[in-house]
């Protein structure tokens, strides 16, 4: 439906959604479609871009335009919301399952967790609002689900370690490491998964790339951590057979 829409009513469905059955102020709405400086009719076309919405709605879902505005895109005193059911969006179904991962992990559930983990991140098919030309609000909402996205992966890669996955691993780590080249944890990983591999000196050459990306282009150097993890591979530390 979205394709069909204009860039901006786009927006408004993209704000909408991720705040599913939350109210989404008209403030915000406005600071992303028109930033700081809103024009005058700003309400007025606010308002139009919302009716547009509801008759996309309506048709989408073969419901008449009073019953949508009545209990799918609702509006209220200081915004509007829109309504979903359970499962709808595929966010509250990610979220859901990162959720059950973690109580599984507390659990003591390692294969569970990761089971939820593996699912959660299948729900992904490329960047966020891919096709929404995206304001300020919607730059920070993508910015914010990316990151949840890499650190669930690399807990998820975590996981995966633990049991003793670690040749499975090594074609998505080759690949990460070049798509998040001062991402100390994935290459913290990555050098973990070659080690127990037997690739020890190409889990050495992983942590050298890596200290000379950080030196060269940030100007610091690899974490201790990471720099006890070099030494421990160095030293073919017996720990780090240990997949628990």
């Known amino acids: 439906m979205s394709a069909r829409l204009a860039p901006k009513p786009r927006k408004i469905l993209a704000l909408l959604l991720l705040n599913a059955n939350r109210i989404v102020s008209t403030a915000s709405l406005m600071t992303e479609l028109w930033g700081e400086t809103p024009p005058k009719s700003a309400t007025t076309t606010l308002q139009t871009y919302v009716l547009h919405l509801r008759k996309a709605l309506g048709a989408l879902w073969d419901v008449e335009l009073p019953d ?4 799918v895109l609702t509006t209220h005193t200081n915004g509007y919301m829109l309504s979903v059911p359970p499962g709808t969006v595929d966010l509250h ?6 959720a059950a991962g973690r109580r599984a992990m507390d659990e003591g559930e390692i294969e569970g967790g990761a089971a939820c983990f593996a699912e959660a991140l299948a729900l ?14 919607l730059e920070a909402e993508v910015m914010r689900l990316e990151e949840d996205r890499l650190g669930i992966l690399e807990d ?3 996981v995966d370690l633990r049991l003793g996955r670690h040749h499975q691993l090594l074609g998505e780590l080759t690949s ?17 998964a070659l080690y127990r591999s037997g690739r020890r000196h190409q889990a050495l050459d992983v942590y050298q ?36």
């Open 124 to 137: 992904w098919s490329g960047p966020p609002l891919a096709d929404v030309p995206i304001g300020r609000l």
């Open 68 to 71: 949508i505005a009545k209990n």
């Open 93 to 98: 179904v990610y979220d859901e399952l990162v």
């Open 176 to 192: 990460l490491s070049v798509q998040q080249p001062f991402h100390e944890g994935l290459h913290e990983k990555f050098m973990l």
């Open 156 to 158: 998820r890669i975590a």
């Open 209 to 244: 790339r890596l200290r000379t990306s950080l030196v060269n282009e940030l100007g610091i150097d690899p974490s201790p951590q990471l720099q006890r993890l070099h030494q421990s591979v160095l030293a073919s530390d017996p720990r780090l057979d240990n997949a628990a």
